[in-house]
């Protein structure tokens, strides 16, 4: 099985939940991922354990450019090494995730080998409208996404996400990280590099937090710094979160970015947001946290309005409500599906036995 998925975590870590599951049911099998050379899948498909075979990057330019013409050259470079690679590993299937890593992986599976889609965002991007059209079976984490046919299963989940027990973790988890084992907890990250306005936002309410008894974890992003006085209940930055399940698990409530991936974790878990979609692109991030908001399992903050004042007058005050953290810790499960990973699993070696 070929994944296609580099570029972003939110591509990335769902090919290698697929992966893992494939695995799991299937242990004489082979997994080799694409990427290319600049894409966070260096660091993190390796680490998993899997082949990863870099592949020349086709990024579409968003508005006319010189980088325009240059587009039909650097795709015909891209599906060629591609093949190469296809043919080199002995592919059997091809299985895309969507971003620019895709686009290549499913031009050069065309009319060679089967292809599978999923799609993880409200609203689907160009790569995976491509790659439906030649699809055998296409899946989606939410109906409407755009892809006609989709099979709607959720996002695959890493195996220690979708089997975590928050509460049985929880004092491991805040002695991993030198929080207040007693103290209410907020978790704050802004995605993979970090926020600047949400960390601007929240670490300029750390003597708030402070005072209500509450303490903080906030990831800042490898790129960015932040300098918080010391306050009890402690307020701990870091810059990345290797331990995403200990960091689920020493939260009562999230305050995060609305990414797909993100808001199937928080949902997965059972973790009350607060969700600062990304304030560019399409308003994919708005429609993502759409289902948790409505559910009674979240709240959504544009990310202008995301200020040490909003957080001191509702984010505060949230975290220290134990009965509406329960409320909302129900409302989220209702939303999450922790099954996506074996289901796109079966769906990938069905298309294979076929």
């Known amino acids: 099985m070929v994944v296609a998925g580099g570029g972003t975590a939110g591509h990335i870590e769902p090919a290698l939940a697929l992966a893992d599951a494939v695995m799991r049911l299937r242990p004489d099998a082979r997994v080799v991922a694409l990427g290319t050379e600049r894409g966070l899948e260096n660091k993190l498909v390796p680490a998993r354990g899997y082949q990863l075979e870099l592949i020349p990057p086709v990024p579409m330019p968003r508005k006319p450019s010189p980088d325009l013409l240059k587009l039909p050259l650097r795709v015909r470079e891209s599906v060629k090494r591609t093949r190469e690679v296809f043919e080199r590993v002995g592919a059997d299937v091809v299985v895309g995730f969507g971003g620019y890593v895709s686009l290549p992986a499913y031009l050069a599976a065309r009319g060679r080998l089967p292809i599978v889609v999923h799609e993880a965002n409200a609203k689907a991007g160009l790569a995976n409208k491509v790659g439906a059209k030649f699809?055998?079976?296409?899946?989606?984490?939410?109906?409407?996404?755009?892809?006609?046919?989709?099979?709607?299963?959720?996002?695959?989940?890493?195996?220690?996400?979708?089997?975590?027990?928050?509460?049985?973790?929880?004092?491991?988890?805040?002695?991993?990280?030198?929080?207040?084992?007693?103290?209410p907890t907020l978790l704050v990250f802004g995605g993979s590099q970090g926020a600047r306005s949400i960390n601007n936002a929240v670490s300029g309410t750390a003597a708030v937090f402070a005072q209500a008894g509450i303490g903080v974890l906030h990831a800042h992003g490898p790129k960015n710094s932040l300098a918080v006085q010391s306050v009890s209940p402690p307020y701990v930055p870091v810059p990345y979160l290797d331990r995403m399940d200990l960091a689920y698990a020493a939260a009562d409530a999230v305050l995060c970015r609305s990414g797909a991936m993100t808001v199937a974790e928080v949902s997965a878990v059972g973790l009350p947001a607060v969700f600062v979609p990304l304030p560019i692109g399409n308003g994919e991030q708005s429609l993502n946290a759409g289902?948790?908001?409505?559910?009674?399992?979240g709240i959504l903050v544009p990310d202008e309005q995301l200020t040490p004042q909003w957080i001191a007058e509702n984010v505060v005050p949230l975290v220290a409500d134990r009965a509406r953290l329960a409320a909302m810790s129900a409302?989220?499960?209702?939303?999450?599906?922790r099954?996506?990973?074996?289901?796109?699993?079966?769906?990938?070696?069905d298309v294979i036995k076929k």
């Open 331 to 337: 409302a989220t499960l209702g939303t999450g599906r």
């Open 291 to 297: 289902p948790v908001v409505r559910a009674g399992g």
């Open 135 to 183: 699809a055998e079976r296409i899946a989606a984490a939410v109906p409407d996404s755009g892809l006609n046919d989709a099979e709607i299963i959720g996002i695959p989940l890493r195996h220690s996400i979708t089997s975590l027990d928050r509460a049985a973790l929880r004092a491991q988890a805040r002695a991993h990280f030198g929080l207040d084992p007693n103290a």
């Open 339 to 349: 099954e996506a990973d074996e289901v796109l699993a079966r769906i990938v070696l």
